[in-house]
């Protein structure tokens, strides 16, 4: 995937990255962005080390700290780029819907996270590792998950499904998207740990499940 340059941009402005690495090939700019959240998928933040990463992404360890001020300041880079990403695919989802029930929409979202995802295995284990296993002290990032992108769009299915007698009306409705949207997040930690489950299965636990306790 080509970086989006807006965003490297701001990082810059931030500070999490330098403008020498703003101003390289995007070839490159990229390749040491899917290094990296290679290296901290499988082996977590202290497990990665930097000279392994300048050997796979192909650059000096020199180089590196003009790219970046430190470690901590990749991982930031490479959760942030990671991010905007989420918000971009989960738009795409959005974008080609095409169902009409409130129940069809919930499921239609899951099975594009999942069936059809376009989260490779690198991609996942990074996924997981943002949202399960960081804990590193000196970065304080809040929100990164991918729960956060999609929950508009699922108020936006509750709230329709309440105008049209799906969901019942005497629940709060942002709550109720809410818990929706956890539980699809909760499902998604799932599948991405390799705890698969059938479409039908699915439909059990996500879509008859929900709204057999919510529906009117």
Known sequence: ?????????DLV??????????RLPADKKERVYRTAINLFGKFGYDGL?????CRQAGISKGSFFQYFPSKTHLLEFAILVFDDYLGGWVAEIRRNER????RDRILYLYQALVVNTKLFSDQQRFYLFINNALNHAGVSLEGLDLERHF???VNEIIHRGVQTGEIRADYEVDLTGH??????GALLN??????KMTRHQTEEYLVSFLFDGIKA
């Open 1 to 9: 995937m080509a970086l989006d340059e807006n965003v490297i941009v």
């Open 13 to 22: 402005k931030r500070r999490i990255v330098t403008d020498t690495f703003r």
């Open 49 to 53: 080390a930097i000279d392994q990463l």
């Open 99 to 102: 169902v009409v029930l409130a």
């Open 151 to 153: 929950q508009g769009y």
């Open 179 to 184: 818990l929706v949207s956890m539980i699809i």
């Open 190 to 195: 799932r599948e991405y740990r390799d705890r």
